[in-house]
């Protein structure tokens, strides 16, 4: 390598650190700390704090599989409520999603394509972030304007997710960029945004998995069961990707709240198939005896799984 060449890539890996440094000042990797979750297959980096021009600072956690300093790059799953999804000693309730033993069970057999998963921590606004912020114009302007704007964060949350998260998370780590390798997955009202995203953000998401999902949106900001979810129905309806250009998984249970869900995921089902959706592209599954928590979500979170990250 002459002198030149030698300078010129000097300068190079240079410039890689300086960057590489101010990635780190703002969106700085925490130490593990008491309380922190554990895992039992893949290892978890954390960020604490991490800062957003559009919503307030939360913890992202990072699961990496085993293998993932020696292997291709991955897919990446991006989950909310990410203080549930991989311990159930530091979660509110004492259940988690088992994100890193299902993950790390199936990504082991070869059954599903090896995938990072990125679990976005909820805030004291998770109502309002997790919330389809464009439903507001398919309900009666009364009911509309009777709730504040500030009250509809969800276009704020995916605006984190898409223009600030994302490229952090392609920058840092080896992952497949592509729509095609890019999820997204919630429950309860983590099943609402994520829908809710894969219809704003069809360039940036291929799939989205929806568990639970509130469909009903009772008690959210009105007793009628009917007015909001009617609103979010019509605009699925109007703002679907191009029939089967995309994965969307859903289910329910019967038990607790996923009780009242039925005839409202009923309904969204037929918007999906008077669009032309096939069974190929769309899956709508209920689980007889589960009810609206972790703990059952955990048990069948190979089904998702296996429908969007098949191999």
Known sequence: MTKRKTKIFQISILIVVILFGALTTIYGMTKPREGDPCVTTGHL????????RFVEPRTVTVWLPDGYEKGDSCDVVYMHDGQMLFDATTSWNHQEWMVDEVFG??????????????????????LCEFFPSKCRQYVASEARDCKEAKMFLGDEYLRFIVEELKPFIDSKYKTHPQCEHTFIMGSSMGGLISLYALCEYPEVFGAAACLSSHL?????????????????????SEHLPAPNSRLVYMDHGTE???ADYGPY????????????????????????????MERDWAKRLH?????????
């Open 216 to 236: 009903s949106m009772y008690g959210l900001f009105s007793d009628n069961k009917e007015l909001w979810a009617n609103a979010f129905r019509d605009y699925v």
């Open 265 to 292: 995921q009923e309904k969204i089902d037929m918007v999906f198939k008077d669009k032309g959706w096939d069974s190929t592209h769309f899956k709508s599954l209920v689980f007889n005896g589960h009810a609206h």
């Open 45 to 52: 980096e954390r960020y604490a704090d991490f800062h957003s």
């Open 303 to 311: 089904q998702p799984l296996y429908f969007l990250l098949k191999k």
């Open 105 to 126: 069970r199936l990504i082991a057999q070869d059954s599903i394509r090896r995938c990072i998963v990125v679990g976005i921590d909820n805030t004291g606004n998770r």
């Open 256 to 258: 607790t709240i996923d």
